[in-house]
T-cell receptor, first 114, second 113 residues
Framework: DQQVKQNSPSLSVQEGRISILNCDYT??????FLWYKKYPAEGPTFLIS?????DKNEDGRFTVFLNKSAKHLSLHIVPSQPGDSAVYFC?????????????FGKGTLLTVNP | NAGVTQTPKFRILKIGQSMTLQCTQD?????MYWYRQDPGMGLKLIYY???????DKGEVPNGYNVSRSTTEDFPLRLELAAPSQTSVYFC????????????FGQGTRLTVV
């Protein structure tokens, strides 16, 4: 049973446009959500996070939105750049953000075309 | 800074062989983890440790063992390699605070034939 779902395996956008990556979850106990970015042959790197007490968190070009009632979060990248091309993983944890049990989605491959 | 370092980067094992995947971190993190990523799938937690001498099972622990004798090191042991253990293995570490991120190593690509 997949508790974190990224239903789009891939997404292609033009440079300069907005990229929107979506993530749904089923476990209502999740209270901390993270996005990781992964390039080929490298480990995931942390991008941005949000706790369940917020509905939005911004960091430069990256914004994460959380809709708890819909159990949905999204990552917006504006403007998208070719260097953003990577696999993006959504992850979640419960228990006050105790992150030793992160549950990951399958990832979305983002391609930003010049 | 080195961060989280994994060795080896690649390895081919024969069925039934054993090996140890090494992981060390220099950030003085209490928490360490082992994840595996199968093709087209997300990362799944194998084992984790909240400090030296303390380890616990994650979602997919069967076929693996771990130990944590120091804060820095968290090796993962495969005793009898099976084709189902062909995967990319990631070690990670984090502070013991709430609402913080984990830092990942570059991964070990293991093939069991």
């Amino acid at each position: 049973d997949q508790q974190v779902k990224q239903n789009s395996p891939s997404l292609s956008v033009q440079e300069g446009r907005i990229s929107i990556l979506n993530c749904d979850y089923t476990n209502s106990m999740f209270d901390y959500f993270l996005w990781y970015k992964k390039y080929p042959a490298e480990g995931p790197t942390f991008l941005i996070s949000i706790s369940s007490i917020k509905d939005k968190n911004e960091d430069g070009r990256f914004t994460v939105f959380l809709n708890k009632s819909a159990k949905h979060l999204s990552l917006h990248i504006v403007p998208s750049q070719p260097g953003d091309s990577a696999v993006y993983f959504c992850a979640a944890s419960e228990g006050g953000g105790s992150n030793y049990k992160l549950t990951f989605g399958k990832g979305t491959l983002l391609t930003v075309n010049p | 800074n080195a961060g989280v370092t994994q060795t080896p980067k690649f390895r081919i094992l024969k069925i039934g062989q054993s090996m140890t995947l090494q992981c060390t971190q220099d950030m003085n993190h209490n928490y360490m983890y082992w994840y595996r990523q199968d093709p087209g799938m997300g990362l799944k937690l194998i084992y984790y440790s909240v400090g030296a001498g303390i380890t616990d099972k994650g979602e997919v622990p069967n076929g693996y063992n771990v130990s944590r004798s120091t804060t820095e090191d968290f090796p993962l042991r495969l005793e009898l390699a099976a084709p189902s253990q062909t995967s990319v293995y990631f070690c990670a570490s984090s502070y013991p605070n709430s609402y913080t991120e984990a830092f990942f190593g570059q991964g070990t690509r293991l093939t069991v034939v």
